[in-house]
């Protein structure tokens, strides 16, 4: 479980349509990013070209100055993605980095992103923060709601 001291960013790349998750680890002193994405050789861009561009949106955002935390990131070893999985990955990152390692048994294309799929979008549609009342959900939905 990541504690809270640790802020993380989930990075989205419009381009490329592609989530990153940026931890800023203020007690190792680095940027950690968690990035699913296969990056194959002599392929572009490649892992340092992509994230150098991150670097960039990230820093000219209000979020404090990348350079505060690293002068440069550190990479986290992390399983990576099939086709289009990255946010399922990335939120599984969340959940799963002490500021270190993954704890927790993430593979690489891990079969169980089919359960993971329906797990987010139960997280998404009934996060206590999210403003959609349960009374707005179609009627098949709602006896889904926590407390239904």
Not at 115 to 138: H, I, S
Request: aromatic letters at 12%; proline letters at 8%; one cysteine or more.
């Amino acid at each position: 479980m990541m504690p809270l001291f640790k802020p993380m960013v989930l990075a989205k790349d419009k381009k490329v349509n592609h989530f990153s998750l940026y931890v800023m680890n203020r007690y190792q002193s680095s940027v950690d990013i968690l990035d699913s994405l296969p990056y194959p050789k002599n392929h572009r861009p490649s892992k340092n070209t992509y994230h150098k561009d991150c670097e960039k949106i990230y820093n000219a955002s209000k979020q404090p100055k990348w350079e505060l935390f690293a002068k440069k990131p550190t990479f986290v070893k992390v399983p990576l993605q099939g086709a289009n999985e990255c946010g399922h990955y990335t939120l599984k990152y969340a959940e799963c980095y002490d500021g270190e390692k993954i704890i927790g048994n993430i593979r690489d294309n891990d079969p169980r992103i089919v359960d993971w799929n329906a797990e987010d979008l139960y997280r998404v549609v009934f996060n206590r923060n999210n403003q959609l009342l349960v009374t707005e959900l179609p009627k098949e939905f709602q006896p889904l709601a926590p407390g239904a």
